[in-house]
């Protein structure tokens, strides 16, 4: 186990950089027992833990002032069974990496978000989760889990072993122990078939329960200051593969998608009065396009323009409703919004503080190039989503605190007193769940 203390160049940084912490001591454990061993230390000199993964949250859920865990060191796939069609991995594992892994095997996530390079536990412990009519987020595909609680115990979890504590630690938000492993529900390798086109907006929303309906993964972005949207629907496939060509995939993911947009961000950052019309050229440079492939290739896509982002889940039925309210916020308000509105849907699940616990969501996520002022467009788009009853996504920007999530979460007092059995000295908090969990 390698354990540094933090000097003048100890401070952490997420990869949105508007979060930073300065650690009294890193620890980067190889092993369960050194995790434990790390936090028990911890305990004895009066430090909080927490634990970070690839710091793609953009709020301080992992930021700390006390011992950093760095998982980089518990990577790895543990086991395939294929008889129960499971995989066991080592929470530091990043998706791209389980995902690849999974491929080779012939094996797959039935469900995936669009970016992976995250870990696996980051990624579930905040409910990260891509789009689906049926299928729903990561966590909702965990069939046991491993952690390390406040006492330096191990913990293991399913639906059969500790399941209030499965029911919860699915997405902990950290605050239940240290995430050490995961398994995962897998099925053979599939194709999906993408088709990528633009809509009008006002389209998309009179047809939005037909699209929603008629397909397993759909999902659009919405372009502020235009009627555009680009739309993607995503559907199993018998076949054959029909990669997007290496050259193709160039041009419209990295060239346009990437370069063109990050140039596009820039000269909107420096001339702000040029946004819209950067919006009604960036809203047609995409033109359709259909191809077949295998999931991670279809679901994921590479994401290097920086920004900050706020996300709510809101009831699926109150999706168009709120969208049309956001649309006239923003047309009427005088903002420069120069990246896209990205709007998606989950089905229900069981995870007690899952955005889409008990009841069908739809997402909607807002977002400003890194380094941009984001507080007013954020803060009139979270007066609508709440509005609406809306759950912020755990990881994205909010003000929201327990008070409020104990109104839209029916099952936050379930949490709250697993939390306080877990950790009733508190050795996993910071002041974010403070602020979302109360003391």
């Not at 160049?9 to 454990?29: F, H, K, L, Q, S």
């Not at 759909?218 to 496939?237: I, L, V």
């Not at 990437?258 to 019309?277: K, M, Y």
């Not at 033109?287 to 809101?314: G, L, N, W």
């Amino acid at each position: 186990m390698s354990s540094t203390a933090s000097g003048r160049n100890g401070t952490w940084r997420n990869w949105g950089g508007n979060i930073a912490a300065r650690p009294a001591r890193e620890v980067t454990p190889a092993s369960v027992e050194e995790l434990a061993a790390a936090i028990r230390r911890a305990a004895e000199d009066g430090l909080p833990v927490k634990a970070v993964g690839s710091g793609h949250s953009f709020t301080s859920i992992a930021a700390t002032d006390g011992v950093l865990i760095r998982p980089q060191l518990l990577t790895g796939i543990c086991n395939v069974d294929r008889d129960a069609m499971t995989v066991t991995v080592e929470a530091g594992t990043p998706l791209k990496r389980l995902n690849m892994a999974l491929a080779r095997e012939g094996l797959s996530l039935t469900n995936m978000g669009d970016i992976m390079e995250q870990t696996v536990s980051g990624a579930t412990s905040t409910g990260t989760h891509g789009t689906g009519r049926d299928s729903a987020s990561i966590a909702a595909q965990i069939k046991a889990l491993e952690l390390v609680t406040a006492d330096g115990s191990v913990l293991t979890c399913s639906e059969k072993e500790n399941p209030e504590v499965f029911a919860s630690a699915r997405i902990g938000l950290g605050a239940l122990g240290v995430v050490t492993a995961i398994t995962f529900a897998v099925e053979p390798l599939f194709l999906l078939s993408a088709r990528e086109e633009p809509m009008p907006f006002d389209r998309v929303l009179a047809d939005f329960d037909e699209l929603w309906a008629e397909n397993e993964h759909f999902e659009f972005y919405w372009f502020p200051h235009t009627g555009s949207t680009n739309t993607k629907r995503n559907n199993r496939s018998a076949g054959p593969e029909k990669p997007v060509s290496q050259l193709q995939g160039w041009f419209e993911d990295e060239f346009l998608s990437n370069g063109v947009f990050q140039v596009a961000q820039w000269v909107g950052r420096a001339v702000p009065a040029t946004i819209p019309a950067i919006a009604q050229v960036s809203s047609k440079a995409l033109s359709a396009r259909t191809y077949t492939d295998i999931p991670y290739k279809v679901f994921t896509s590479p994401r290097r323009v920086r920004f900050v982002e706020m996300e709510y889940a809101v009831a699926r039925e109150a999706v168009v409703e709120t969208l049309r309210e956001l649309k006239a916020m923003v047309d009427r308000s005088g903002l420069r919004v120069s990246f896209p509105v990205e709007v998606r849907t989950a089905p229900a699940d069981d995870i007690t503080l899952s955005t889409a616990s008990g009841r069908d969501s739809a997402y909607i996520a807002v977002h400003m190039a890194k380094g941009t002022p984001f507080q007013r467009y954020f803060t009139a788009a979270e007066r609508i989503f709440t509005a609406h009853e809306g759950r912020p996504h755990w990881g994205k920007v909010h003000t929201r605190d327990a008070e409020y999530f104990a109104q839209v979460y029916p099952r936050f007092g379930e949490f709250t007193k697993l939390r306080d059995r877990l950790d009733p000295d508190r050795r996993f908090q910071n002041d974010y769940l403070r602020r979302v969990l109360g003391a």
